[in-house]
């Protein structure tokens, strides 16, 4: 099946430091959606992707959707305390607005830490 | 914005036992709902996709006997963890899909088989 390779799996950083991760796929996606999890919640969506080379921001966050299709990085800038949590990439094989309802690829993960 | 309303939060029931998680979506119709598992320290992973009015497609491995799809309505699913053991313990999260927002996620259920 498709799998999403997300990395890296966790990284500790000092406040103020800005983050990068990214996901890579063996498989085209046309739809890529970046996600924070925690303890106990459900995942809450941070930006959706839905063109090649889309680059899109959401505040201190920017994403990009790559050009091959088969990866994405988000970054977030000037890191704060509550930007600790557990972010997963999604990726969807159908256009958002193309029809197919299937569900998400998750990536593994990356687990934020953000040392004071 | 779209809200999917999940519950119960936690339920710990006894081995052999049934549950059921609703999950319904509080101001909008969601044709197709999706529900996952998620392990500790792990990724969601799909389970299966529920279609209003018609029956539920598994992904390879999920077994459609144990875990019972049920959306009877355009803003209600349901799912059913049937003869339940400790292996089935995990975090389940329904997720629903809503206008140009990506997926929307209930806040999952926390399922402690003893």
């Known amino acids: 099946g498709q799998q999403l390779n997300q990395s890296p799996q966790s990284m500790f950083i000092q406040e103020g430091e800005d983050v990068s991760m990214n996901c890579t796929s063996s498989?085209?996606?046309?739809?890529w959606l970046w996600y924070k999890q925690e303890p106990g919640e459900g995942p809450v969506l941070l930006i959706a992707?839905?063109?090649?080379?889309e680059l899109t921001s959401n505040g201190r966050l920017t994403a990009q959707f790559g050009i091959t299709r088969k990866d994405s990085f988000l970054n977030i800038s000037a890191s704060i305390p509550s930007d600790v949590g557990i972010y997963f990439c999604?990726?969807?094989?159908?256009?958002?607005?193309?029809?197919?309802?299937?569900?998400?690829?998750f990536g593994k993960g990356t687990h934020l830490i953000i040392q004071p | 914005g779209a809200v999917v309303s999940q519950h119960p939060s936690r339920v710990i029931c006894k081995s052999g036992t049934s549950v059921k998680i609703e999950c319904r979506s509080l101001?909008?119709?969601?044709?197709?709902m999706f529900w996952y598992r998620q392990f500790p320290k792990q990724s969601l992973m799909l389970m299966a996709t529920s279609n209003e009015g018609s029956k539920a497609t598994y992904e390879q491995g999920v077994e459609k006997d144990k875990f019972l799809i049920n959306h009877a309505s355009l803003t209600l699913s349901t799912l059913t963890v049937t003869s339940a053991h400790p292996e089935d313990s995990s975090f389940y999260i329904c997720?629903?899909?809503?206008?140009?927002?990506?997926?929307?996620f209930g806040s999952g259920t926390r399922l402690t088989v003893v």
């Open positions: 999604a990726g969807k094989r159908y256009p958002y607005s193309g029809g197919g309802a299937d569900g998400l690829t």
């Open positions: 992707l839905y063109k090649a080379g």
């Open positions: 498989s085209i996606f046309n739809t």
């Open positions: 997720s629903a899909r809503w206008g140009g927002q990506g997926y929307t």
């Open positions: 101001d909008f119709q969601a044709t197709t």
